[in-house]
């Protein structure tokens, strides 16, 4: 392949990123929140109680953005902090009833907005394109794989 279909590829992912979260967007201003803020709760939900850490990692969102989003979900009264048990210097954060039944609107809200988006694809070529997509995101990511990928050792000169 040559470099001008990467690039095209490419463009056409952070294409259909904004038009996701433009759909999210949309959606999600009338209950007063922003993706990321849904995204931690949805996550949250699956992972609880967990670390800020590991909701870091698992939505490969930046440790200190992970804080403030914390931060303002805690405000809202949606998630609420506990002493971690084994380990004083870490917090383990979980769901309020509050933000256990937000994080399921949100599921619904985020089941409705994949809808649409992937709505011009059939179940044949929905089916193709994430095969395609978990082919390239499965030898880069560490939670699935357990271990980034190695780079191939160099021969000595």
Do not use: Y
Not at 139 to 146: C, D, L, R, S
Request: glycine fraction near 4%; charged fraction near 25%.
């Amino acid at each position: 392949m040559n470099s001008k279909i990467h690039r095209q590829t490419l463009d056409r992912f952070k294409q259909l990123r904004v038009v996701w979260t433009a759909f999210a967007t949309h959606r999600l201003k009338p209950l007063g929140v922003v993706p990321n803020q849904s995204l931690f709760l949805r996550t949250l939900r699956l992972m609880e109680p967990c670390s800020l850490a590991d909701i870091s990692a698992s939505t490969h969102i930046d440790p200190a953005a992970v804080v403030r989003l914390a931060d303002s979900l805690t405000v809202k009264g949606w998630i609420v902090r506990q002493e971690h048990p084994t380990d004083r210097r870490r917090w383990r954060v979980c769901l309020s009833p509050g933000g256990r039944k937000m994080a399921l609107k949100f599921n619904a809200i985020h089941d409705d907005i994949l809808g649409e988006l992937l709505s011009p694809l059939t179940g044949d070529e929905l089916a193709r394109f994430n095969d395609i997509l978990e082919k390239l995101w499965v030898p880069h990511n560490p939670v699935k794989t357990g271990e980034p990928k190695k780079q191939p050792k160099r021969k000595k000169p």
